[in-house]
């Protein structure tokens, strides 16, 4: 198998090259709109954007900012140093399906943010919306 070898980015873009290891949390204001097939998913300023090493970045919103009746579990879990085990959720909206296109982790764990939330079997969030979904 052989290195990655990144590339260096045009001027005004990061590199997944350059972001932390461990992650780094941000709290962002900006507006985070997740859609569907035409249907808000979700819906947020309350959100965390998490860098990681080598990841695109993905945003964290909060379940009260959802709309969790498009989201039903998944039986794909995972694991992550970072982030512990994740459970995903495969979404369905405008008769669009969008497969294991969410997650949600037990604990999120950043030396580098204030930025930690908890979840519970109940409240299955904060919600991260996958990489592959995001893209158009």
Not at 53 to 61: E, L, N
Not at 73 to 92: L, Q
Request: net charge positive; with cysteine; charged share 20%.
């Amino acid at each position: 198998m052989s290195p990655i070898t990144p590339e260096t980015p045009e001027a005004g873009l990061q590199s997944v090259w350059d972001y932390p290891r461990p992650p780094r949390c941000e709290v962002t204001r900006q507006h985070i709109k997740v859609v569907l097939g035409g249907v808000t998913i979700a819906d947020t300023r309350r959100a965390v954007r998490v860098l990681e090493t080598g990841h695109p970045p993905v945003y964290y919103i909060p379940p009260a900012d959802i709309a969790m009746d498009h989201l039903e579990p998944s039986p794909r879990r995972t694991f992550c140093e970072w982030k512990g085990k994740a459970d995903y959720y495969t979404v369905h909206a405008g008769g669009k399906t969008a497969e294991n296109a969410a997650f949600s982790p037990i604990r999120i764990r950043s030396r580098a943010s204030s930025a930690s939330w908890t979840t519970s079997p109940s409240m299955p969030g904060p919600w991260i919306p996958s990489p592959w979904t995001a893209r158009k």
